[in-house]
């Protein structure tokens, strides 16, 4: 899995739409076919759904894909500690302006506190980020303590979806760079791929759909983890792909 930062996420349709609040913001698939972005909806306070997302998370919280960081302020705003991963550059900025601390980096690529977080977040479709949903649970799983909890936002339709897009605005012209790979899941599919975790529940809010899964706990020992991550007070300033998080 390729861990270089793509080009449409430095520039063109998706930054000026999170610079600016607002979309219309599609993806578009090599057929034509477009899914709508909610860019208004990320880039204001958390609804109510979010909300329940956030009180169901547990302990220290990656927000993998955390968009203009809306889940990541809340959290921090709350006392948690909690980080969020974004390729754009645009997104992590917006994340740090609203107090959160963010890092320009894939999921792919090595982060802080491997093994050790506590809920690793995949909202906003994010289960669809590499295109490759098998690849990516494995690499939640990695990200998570023993017996660590993934809440995942599904598609609203039982799809399970494989297929090259691109970002497009209004205009539908592309973002710099071309296309990427990217998966739509419903729940079924979500669960069928799930080999290796526990469920630990489903459920709908405010027209979305959601899935709690936990990691297998380290069946040798019922002790807990020696360690969890803890990001330092030091907010990131400097989003590039290389910014630390201090890890104490």
Not at 63 to 76: H, I, S, T, Y
Not at 120 to 131: F, H, Q, S, Y
Not at 157 to 167: C, N
Request: glycine share 12%.
């Amino acid at each position: 899995m390729s861990t270089t930062v793509p080009p449409w996420a430095a520039a063109g349709p998706y930054a000026a739409a999170l610079h600016a609040g607002r979309g219309p913001l599609f993806l578009r698939r090599d057929d034509g076919w477009l899914l709508p972005l909610e860019v208004e909806r990320w880039c204001a306070r958390p609804d109510a759904a979010d909300l329940d997302v956030l009180d169901r998370s547990e302990g220290t919280v990656l927000d993998v894909g955390c968009g203009p960081g809306r889940l990541v302020a809340e959290l921090a705003a709350r006392g948690r500690t909690v980080l969020g991963i974004d390729v754009s550059e645009a997104a992590v900025e917006h994340t740090v302006r609203l107090g959160g601390q963010a890092l320009r980096r894939s999921v792919f690529e090595p982060l802080p506190g491997e093994g050790r977080w506590d809920t690793v977040l995949l909202m906003d479709g994010n289960i669809g980020i590499g295109g490759d949903p098998l690849a990516l649970l494995d690499r939640a799983a990695g990200l998570l303590r023993p017996g660590g909890l993934l809440i995942a936002e599904t598609a609203p339709v039982d799809v399970d979806e494989r297929a090259r897009v691109e970002v497009v605005d209004v205009l539908h012209t592309g973002g710099s760079g071309g296309g990427f790979p990217w998966a739509r899941l419903g729940t079924p599919a979500l669960l069928r791929y799930a080999r290796g975790w526990a469920g630990a529940g489903q459920w709908t809010a405010g027209g979305r759909r959601f899935v709690a899964l936990r990691t297998r706990s380290a069946s040798s020992s019922a002790e807990p983890p020696k360690s969890t991550a803890v990001i330092s007070s030091q907010r990131v300033r400097n989003p590039s792909a290389d910014s630390p998080v201090a890890i104490r």
